[in-house]
């Protein structure tokens, strides 16, 4: 007795039949959820052997049957502008994206494991993203500019710079341009500028919205600080921008600048010059870093106009501001508003010195801190939240009338000096409207 060779034809006979078996589990695995009229070719037996047995090769044949019912797995065709939006706005990648929404998701029982069709892949978050950026590029190269707003700032930027062949990475200080499009304040673009000239900043402006838009025809207003190199009668950035137009335009300046000249200039007439970038030389200006260590002692209340406002909205000096005129004008204020912080002192943040002042006046009883505060009571803060409040174009030549009213009560010497600084202003504004 002895072991024959292999059969072949029964060996592959058997491989055919197990492999028919794996094509028919996988197909069962995906099938999906169609219409009732769909249909599909299935495998079945037409022998009478049980529906668990596969039959052979030779003893099959194809029918038409209606498919069965199983995960459903259909794909998601809504749109997802907002959550593309988002994505920029946030600045997260796509991979994350498809996290935190997938997440998001399944805790509200959107998706689960019988029904995957609502879950979002990388890639649909990619295609709507470049659906988003495409439409965005094709509003604004259509839309119509008619008001630019442009301002500066210092920014710490990373910059890559190269050494015996290494490249290395540093930070430097840039005087970066930003420009909004109003109304709706919606952002252009921004530039990075080597000097604060005027001719380097309008012709980098119009290069910006040059390559945007087609705005020579539309512009009809520029907004912008009241500054000498943006508001300069010859050769400033608007009037520059005039002569490259080769027609006027209406200038909207920062009245909230405007309202700091006349309180700046008589502080610097009462305590002299800066001796830093947040210390002064005279008497008041050294305490103002130290104004809390001052107590509430009896001082004298100076009546103010405040309109109501809701403190929600502002930012937390003019919080701040708003509650200790509110309080000095009765002549109470509260334990918490006297610890409470006034505000880092630097110079171009004239709100926190005013805010520094009002603290020093109710710990101390100086005859000049009596004339400041009684200044920014009934002059300084009443005309910074009207402008706040009334912020609009149309309601400048009122908060400019009201600024110059209040400041009719002081006395001979410093109504010279506040109304020489207004005169100056208002004599530069003039010039704007009729230019």
């Known amino acids: 007795m002895y072991i024959g060779s292999v059969d072949n034809v029964m060996t592959q006979s058997i491989q055919r039949r197990e492999a028919m078996k794996r094509m ?3 197909f ?5 959820c169609r219409p009732s009229t769909s249909s ?3 495998i079945v037996s037409t022998s009478g052997s049980s529906s668990t047995d596969i039959p052979d090769e030779d003893e099959i044949r194809v029918i038409e049957t209606p498919l069965r019912s199983g995960k459903e797995t259909q794909k998601r065709r809504g749109q997802l502008q ?8 946030t600045g997260i990648s796509d991979r994350s994206a498809v996290f935190i929404v997938n997440a998001a998701l399944l805790d509200l029982n959107v998706i689960n494991t019988d029904d995957s069709s609502k879950v979002i892949d990388r890639s649909k978050i990619r295609r709507e993203r470049k659906k988003v950026s495409k439409h965005l590029q094709y509003a604004d190269s259509n839309k119509i500019i008619t008001v630019i707003y442009f301002d500066g700032r210092k920014d710490n930027t990373f910059v890559m710079t190269t050494t015996n062949n290494t490249a290395h990475r540093k930070t430097i200080t840039e005087e970066h341009i930003s420009l909004l499009s109003e109304p709706d304040s919606e952002y252009i673009g921004h530039f990075s500028i080597d000097s604060v000239k005027s001719n380097t900043i309008e012709k980098s402006t119009v290069d910006v919205l040059e390559m945007k838009f087609e705005f020579c025809s539309s512009l009809v207003a520029m907004g912008c600080d009241g500054t000498a190199v943006n508001t300069g009668p010859k050769n400033g950035v608007i009037d520059l921008l005039q002569k490259h137009l080769k027609r006027p335009l209406q200038w909207f300046v920062c009245l909230l600048h405007a309202n700091e000249l006349p309180f700046r200039h008589l502080f610097s007439s009462l305590e002299g010059t800066t001796t830093g970038s947040n210390s002064f030389s005279g008497s008041i200006g050294k305490r103002l870093d130290n104004c809390l260590d001052f107590k509430v002692e009896a001082f004298e209340p100076f009546p103010t106009e405040l309109l109501g406002l809701n403190t929600d909205l502002l930012s937390s000096d003019q919080k701040y501001m708003y509650q200790m005129c509110s309080a000095i004008s009765p002549g109470t204020v ?14 171009p943040r004239w709100l926190t010195c005013a805010n520094r002042i009002l603290r020093l006046y109710i710990g101390t009883a100086m005859e000049n801190f009596k004339d400041l505060a009684n200044f920014i009571i009934k002059v300084y ?17 009122i908060n400019v009338f009201n600024m110059v009213k209040r400041c009719l009560y002081l006395r001979d010497d410093l109504k ?10 208002l004599f530069s504004l003039i010039q704007k409207i009729c230019c």
């Open 40 to 42: 599909i070719q299935m």
């Open 28 to 32: 069962m695995k995906k099938s999906v």
């Open 416 to 425: 010279n000096i506040v109304f020489k600084t207004v005169q100056k202003m």
């Open 334 to 347: 509260s334990p918490n508003l006297a610890i409470k912080d006034p505000g880092k002192l630097t110079h």
């Open 82 to 89: 907002n959550l593309a939006s988002v994505c920029d706005r």
């Open 24 to 26: 028919y589990d996988d």
């Open 381 to 397: 803060a009443p005309t910074w939240f009207d402008i706040k409040t009334k912020s609009s174009c149309k309601y400048g030549p």
